[in-house]
């Protein structure tokens, strides 16, 4: 009964592929949220939707894609994969609560990408 | 720019002792805060929050302290335990949903 999961949970490729992430939750949220953890550690917010609608959008590149096609699932597509792609890629979700609870979010395992 | 720093990137404590991990912040609107711990192979997971009408949150073992005037906020672990041995992230709300993370501090308990 894992609350966020992610699929694979690692991806090892050729630069110039295109491959998939999938995410799913089962806490009934309704805010997802794709995070990329680079080299150096760092979590950045990449893409962040609510009930299957785009609030954030950060600045990435267009070769990533996210799709929403329920509240309960966030999948990220990634075309041309590049070597600075490499990295961990994190899906989360929030509850849209008043107050600071929708803040708290939960985070699935990740999944790492190595762009060979 | 990180708006959230986390500037000692490892700290190594003896079992039963205090681990303190310091954070700061540059934007002075930032109302609250949270950490995060997350242990290698798995996705970080929500420790402790304190909003900046505290200067204090505790719960068990961590304690979050918050410092407005300097903005610095730091968590203590009392007393450290070998499971206590993970990267512990700083974050903070920065409009919407969206949170700001720190660089991260590995911490390492001795047995």
Redesign the interface.
Known sequence: DTA?SQTPKYLVTQMGNDKSIKCEQNLGHD?M?WYKQDS??????MF?Y?NKEL??NETVPNRFSPKSPDKAHLNLHINSLELGDSAVY?C?S?PRTSG?A?????????TRLLVL | DQQVKQNSPSLSVQEGRISILNCDYTNSMFDYFLWYKKYPAEGPTFLISISSIKDKNEDGRFTVFLNKSAKHLSLHIVPSQPGDSAVYFCAAPCGGNKLTFGGGTRVLVKP
């Not at chain 1, 929708?102 to 990740?110: A, D, L, S, V």
């Open positions: 966020v805010t949220y150096k550690k760092f979590l950045k917010i962040s609510n609030i954030i994190f989360a929030s600071r929708q803040e708290t979010q939960y985070f699935g395992p990740g």
